[in-house]
């Protein structure tokens, strides 16, 4: 019940979102200059947040931080939303999504890519580059979530290509958020840049995982506009929580499933 709940708050955020568009001459599918502007997208997913905090259950906590982690952040420090084509087994799908990159001064960086089937949050595809700064490891991932995150799908096969294209301004969180804190949480000890990146990506996830035409799946040269995040380095508080450490704690998860429970 309560997920249903849940549900029907996000429908009516996306229908505010629709609305909110349709004023200023455009749709939440639309591309180019109708685009959602990046503050319009970090509202839309603050509601679907704010939504799951409201609900009140462990579960509502849970998937509350995966909507800010995973899709509010990027527009929350004005990266835009790209619109692509995603190649399936039974042909092409219109996906959203974004990419950012974090740069630690030791230890890990990466780059991950969110893409995400429609303002429901049908089916969201989290895959990337986790690798060390003296390159004597590299990681791939890719993860398939459902219905707002409330299930995960490992990986069986990845690819990824990334190329940074261009480095921008500073970038800054947006304010008046609900998730603010958590977002400026995240990335205590990091500055924000803005960035562009060619993406080309495939994953095939496992036959027996009821997936249908998404057991497959597939963009090629996508361009991103997105924050890239330098760790500040000696200025870092240690052991200080940061959006980072959030996303390695999720890559453990993923490169090791039975460590821990979801």
Known sequence: M???????LVALAAATLVLALAA???????????????????AYFDSIYSANIAAGTPDGSHYAYDVADFLEATPAYGGQRATFMVTTAAGSQMW??????YKNVGGDSGLETIAYSDNSLTSIVAIGVN???????????????????????????????SAVVSVGAA??????LAADSVLAEYNAGYTCTNGTFLITASTVF???AGLGALQSWSISAVTFDGPIYPEIGAGRVPGAPSRIAAALARLHARLHPDAAAR
């Not at 959203?96 to 990159?101: A, D, H, L, N, S």
């Not at 791939?140 to 069986?156: E, P, W």
């Open 2 to 8: 309560t997920h249903d709940r849940i549900g029907r």
């Open 24 to 42: 200023c001459g455009g749709s939440s599918n639309s591309v180019g200059p109708r685009m959602p502007t990046p503050a319009q997208l970090a």
């Open 96 to 101: 959203y999504g974004f990419t950012y990159e």
């Open 131 to 161: 690798y060390r700064n003296d390159n004597a490891d590299t990681n791939l991932y890719a993860d398939f979530y459902q219905n707002r995150f409330s299930t995960r799908i490992h990986d069986s096969t990845v690819s990824y290509a």
């Open 171 to 176: 970038c800054s969180l947006e304010t008046g």
């Open 206 to 208: 496992p036959a027996d």
